[in-house]
């Protein structure tokens, strides 16, 4: 889908909006990132540019629509100034994922603490119990002999896009959960601790083994929009798990 950049003049409501262009106002709050409570009739500041679903609904056509910017190329490969790519380019739709509004977060001890900005493209969670056997004459299977548990790991991966935020720098989030994998000094031996939570689906603490970042889509004063950011945290809390106890 293509979007259309609409720049408010000071009087424009996200109701008005959405009823110019025949798309839900739910749509506008989602694909702009705004945190609820949202309210159809707030004021716009003037120059604030919203994204909108380019939807054509008979009023006109995205050649004279007076905006300040269409998601559209010529057969030519028209370049685009830089602005224009922030706003327009066509990755963003892809890029956006559920917003976390403050669900996700990483803290790391000792260091510093971020909200993600979307929920990840995926996790893991990984429980297991290390076995021992032995096999008496006579029958068809062993014993089990319960020897350790874990370590749980969580493995999860983001999707981050520098528009899908204006609280925070993807950049910092970037660093600060590459920052777990080093010690606190120079001779230290231990690595600090982290807390992982992913809405109301995991929480983890423990200590970060790996991280892998991908940078990636258009370039924008030098920097990629978007990162992929993959890690894995094991649990190391210094309360061992029960049966009674994972179960809740």
């Known amino acids: 889908m293509a979007y259309l950049v609409y720049e408010s003049a000071g009087s424009d409501t996200l109701k008005g909006i959405a009823d110019y262009y025949g798309v839900a106002v739910q749509d506008i709050a989602r694909l702009n990132n705004i945190p ?13 540019k919203l994204l909108v679903p380019d939807l054509y609904n008979g009023r006109e056509t995205f050649e004279n629509r007076d905006l300040t910017g269409v998601n559209f190329k010529s057969e030519y490969g028209s370049r685009f100034k830089e602005e224009d790519q922030r706003q327009i380019r066509s990755a963003f739709n892809h890029a956006v994922g559920y917003a976390s509004q403050g669900a ?12 993600f900005p979307c929920y990840p493209e995926s996790y893991s969670d ?5 076995l021992a056997t032995q096999t008496p004459l006579g029958r068809s299977e062993p014993f ?3 020897q350790n548990s874990g370590p749980r790991t969580v493995n999860v991966s983001f999707r981050m896009d520098r528009e899908m935020t204006h609280t925070s720098d993807i950049g910092y989030i970037v660093r600060l959960v590459q920052s777990a994998c080093y010690p606190a000094g120079t001779y230290a031996t231990i690595i600090p601790r ?11 603490t423990g200590l970060i083994s790996n991280v892998n970042t991908n940078w990636s889509d258009t370039i924008i004063g030098g920097q990629y929009m978007v990162a992929t950011l993959d890690f894995s945290v094991q649990e190391c809390t210094g309360h061992p798990r029960t049966a009674s106890g994972v179960a809740g």
């Open 194 to 204: 982290c807390t992982l939570t992913i809405g109301n689906n995991c929480s983890i």
């Open 104 to 115: 996700c977060s990483i803290s790391v001890s000792g260091v510093g603490f971020a909200y």
């Open 126 to 130: 990984s429980h297991q119990a290390s």
């Open 144 to 146: 089990y002999i319960y």
């Open 36 to 48: 609820e409570p949202w309210f159809e009739y707030t004021i716009i500041p003037a120059g604030d």
